[in-house]
């Protein structure tokens, strides 16, 4: 009994900490509503990214944590950030502007999915369990009944911007499994590393683009940008990154299916958006699919000499 309580502990930490991940991005969805209205979407994830990225530059240099300098590991921060912050951002807010939300909602949750077979069909990192399929299922269940069955009646219009999410929710999926090379390194390196990598990708761009030095954002916005900076994004990556290295790749995915009941609860107490009837069924199957992505299998006890 002595040796599995500290396990218990450990296991609900990191569960703990799956649920916070899950929110910072849940609540990203209700910034990222109010932030867009004056500020163009390329000009937003080149801020998220800038900001997000110097913060933790900052509070490394204040815990007396050094970036590596090796241009190896710049390689790996930069193909980090194109998979996880710049095309899949790109391509979800470009996306997003011609499909119903809900729509991308469930076509932005499919990351485990992709995140599940890419380990089974390729890599092969870790071990791809019945149990781990099964949560997977359920829990892109969960995800249609939360959104609302009608939004799948959406499916099959505007085809490219659907296109596009998935090819998003791919890049997400390959960011998790990649972001195991990164085990030897702070938390917070590679999320520093892979952001600022991102602002230098999306600045110039943005400079191209929206010609930034034009635009007249509201306090509201400027707000919500910051928000999703420090907390959806700052916070959220370093928590990424740990979970990647106690979870794996597919558990740590698995808080796709969180944030959508996250973001839903966000939208109906900020934003006045409603629930659909079938949510409270859909959020025990996210629950159930969760649990069986992350929680490890019992083993089986030794028998007695």
Known sequence: MGESQPQHKAIASELGLLLL????????????????????????????????????????HGRGVKMPTDAANWRRFLFQA????????????W???????????????????????????ITRHEAVTSRKLIGVIAGMAGICLIVGAQALGGLGEQLIAQIACVLAAVCYAGAAIFGRNFGGLDPMAPA?????????????????????????????????????????????FVIYFRLIQTLGSVGA????YLRVPIGVAFGVAFLGEQLSSTVWIGLACVVVGVAAMTIPARRAKPAAA
Do not use: H
């Not at 119903?100 to 499919?110: P, R, Y």
């Not at 995915?253 to 796709?256: H, K, M």
């Open 253 to 256: 995915t698995a808080q796709a």
């Open 95 to 121: 996306g997003a502007q011609a499909l119903d939300a809900g729509v991308a909602t469930i076509l932005n949750s499919t990351a485990p999915i992709f995140t599940f077979f890419l380990t089974f069909a």
């Open 21 to 60: 991940l899950a929110t910072l991005w849940g609540a990203s969805y209700t910034f990222l509503k109010v932030a867009v209205e004056t500020i163009p979407p390329i000009t937003l994830i080149a801020g998220r990214t800038l900001i997000a990225g110097l913060l933790l530059v900052a509070i490394m």
């Open 82 to 93: 194109c998979l996880n912050s710049v095309i899949p951002w790109v391509m979800v807010a």
């Open 192 to 236: 520093a590393g892979s952001l600022l990598c991102g602002a230098a990708i999306l600045i110039p761009l943005s400079l191209i683009v929206d010609r930034p030095w034009t635009l007249a954002p509201s306090m509201y916005s400027l707000l919500a940008l910051l928000a999703i900076a420090v907390f959806s994004t700052a916070l959220a």
